[in-house]
């Protein structure tokens, strides 16, 4: 269990800000990191990396979540909550052809179950979190160096990725700062900030709670802008309409989660321990299901998995 989150008091707008450079995936766990960040007083530089992994919904899902934010953001108002969010799409053209991962473009099925399944170590994408790092401690160190203030990196991280993925653990992290520090002029002007390495996706759940309630953000606005899927489902609709050429098919579609994937079954059980339904749509081979659809699931896999 993680340490107690504590929230700070609001700000003024003159206030002069902290400073943090945030790994947004458009998870759960960094979207709930950067409310923690806005709602402890951060200016926040928030970066989202495209590799061609499958799952680039989360990529959609972090334009919208940092839209909902800046848009209830009231530049005059005499306390306000928290500042604007910058955030930026970073994308690695050609990288996915050239990882071995299921998560990737290209890459095998992605196995579904619980993560303490042996198959989850296929979701692994090679030195993720250390591209991302050094992206990040780059943009970190040049706002430092710019402002001649310390800068905070950022990252989700937390004590349930630590046995599939090694570059989420301490030890590895640790090694990494090092690096940077011995690398870069400056550096000392950087530090890493990982409130949730100690804690699950539980823990994380409840500090967002806090945080919405604290920032005057709608929880569920909030948790459905998010996906924690590595199989996301699109369906596609199609109507017919009437054009001023005749009638026309016009089609759409929207994006679902799965609720069979590992990173999908921790989410889940997640919102199960909190007593809420996940605002986020699920869906599966037969089409969109209820949310109760999708927990009986999650609780047949634990119960599995015990």
Request: proline letters at 3%; aromatic letters at 10%.
């Amino acid at each position: 269990m993680m340490n107690s989150i504590q929230i700070m008091t609001y700000h003024s707008k003159n206030k002069n800000m902290k400073q943090a450079v945030l790994s947004l995936s458009g998870g759960m766990d960094s979207s709930t990191l950067l409310l923690h960040l806005l709602a402890n007083d951060y200016q926040v530089t928030a970066l989202s990396f495209d590799y061609g992994q499958k799952h680039k919904v989360e990529l959609e899902r972090a334009v919208e979540l940092v839209k909902y934010i800046n848009d209830g953001y009231d530049s005059e108002a005499e306390n306000i909550p928290y500042q604007r969010v910058t955030h930026q799409i970073i994308k690695l053209d050609g990288l996915s052809q050239l990882l071995n991962s299921s998560l990737v473009e290209g890459g095998s099925e992605v196995p579904e179950g619980h993560y303490a399944d042996e198959n989850m170590k296929d979701t692994v994408v090679p030195n993720r979190n250390k591209i991302f790092s050094s992206i990040i401690q780059a943009v970190a160190l040049s706002i430092a160096d710019k402002n001649k203030s310390e800068c905070s990196i950022a990252m989700g991280i937390h004590a349930g990725d630590h046995a599939i993925y090694p570059d989420c653990r301490q030890d590895f992290r640790d090694a990494d700062f090092d690096a940077f520090i011995i690398g870069n002029w400056g550096a000392e002007n950087v530090n890493i900030f990982t409130p949730y390495i100690d804690g699950d996706k539980f823990d994380i759940l409840i500090d967002g709670v806090k945080c919405c309630a604290h920032l005057g953000l709608d929880f569920d606005e909030v948790y459905k802008r998010t996906n924690t899927s590595y199989k996301p489902i699109k369906y596609t609709t199609s109507e017919c309409v009437m054009t001023e050429d005749g009638p026309k098919m016009k089609f759409d579609f929207k994006w679902y989660s799965d609720y069979k994937s590992a990173s999908s079954v921790e989410r889940i059980e997640a919102f199960i321990k909190l007593g809420r339904p996940d605002s986020v749509e699920y869906a599966d081979e037969t089409g969109p299901v209820t949310w109760e659809v999708a927990k009986k699931h999650v609780e047949e896999v634990l119960l599995t998995n015990k």
